[in-house]
């Protein structure tokens, strides 16, 4: 079964097309990156997905179900975490908990139980005893995470999660998210812009752009798309050079077809009498892919 399901998903907003008929299919357990500049579309899409809006025009479906027509079982199998987070300030971290995982038809004691010790998990072990309104943004971002997880959800709907972390709550954000989907299993839907997160998090993505998916797949399919392809680079001695490659920072490079390409190129830099210091494979990074397709729209020239 496909977790996540869109064909020809649009969204018009007062004539102004928010999504533009996306069509894309995501296996139960992966990991995705939905990635795209703000106002790309991103939570539009979530939106649909989980019901919230219901869509202009196309299809689509969570877990084989309908958002628009059988929501209350979507959202019984899903945890959304949106930018903002909304909790009630009036009540404790940990009672925000109780009462959402009540919501989800969980007893009290349950809620209690799982609530802290994903408290404990987001480094809010102490302050789930405080008022929610008293809370930092970080930490009100890590407790609406524990909220998406607190009934442990096949399919996970993150809208920027690490958004106002310090590099430490980010951290625990993400040894988390990615402990539900490899030991767990989740399904996890990941809309960012944050490029280096995606790609130490991610196994395939999506890019998005004024509504438009320009392109969906894994790292490797995605460069290929991009036309951005792998460089064998060798760091010489000052004044060398090596035949065959273009000079630029210290470094030399050129084209790599595939990685068992590399021991020869490297033998063949020694036998030519020069003195190699460092040689590396460099590979193009999801930043170089995302830019290579985000500045195509915008007619070439990079954002």
Known sequence: MQAVLAQELS?????????????LSLPEGSVFGFLGPNGAGKTTTVKLLTGL??????????????????????????????ESARLYPQLSGLENLEFFGELCGMTRAAARARGG???RRLGLGEAGKRAAG????????????????????????LDEPTSGLDPESAQAVNALIGEQAGQEGVTVFLCTHQL????????CYGILDHGALLAQGDLAGLAKAAGRGSFAAFRLAQGETLPGCEGAGGWWRRPLACP?????????????????????????????VYFSFIGREEGGALL
């Open 11 to 23: 969204k018009e907003f007062s004539g102004v097309r928010a999504l533009d008929s996306l069509t």
């Open 117 to 119: 010790e994903l408290l």
């Open 53 to 82: 809006l219901a869509p202009t025009g196309g299809r689509c479906a969570v877990l084989g179900l309908d958002p628009r027509e059988q929501a209350e079982r979507v959202h019984a199998l899903c945890g959304v975490m949106t």
């Open 196 to 203: 280096r997160y995606a790609e130490d998090l991610c196994g």
């Open 260 to 288: 068992e390409e590399m021991p020869a190129l490297v033998r063949g830099a020694v036998a030519a009498g020069c003195s190699v210091y460092e040689a590396r494979i460099e590979t193009p990074t999801l930043e170089d």
């Open 134 to 157: 008293e809370y930092s943004t970080g930490m009100a971002q890590r407790l609406s995470l524990a909220r998406a997880l607190l009934a442990r959800p096949r399919v996970l709907f």
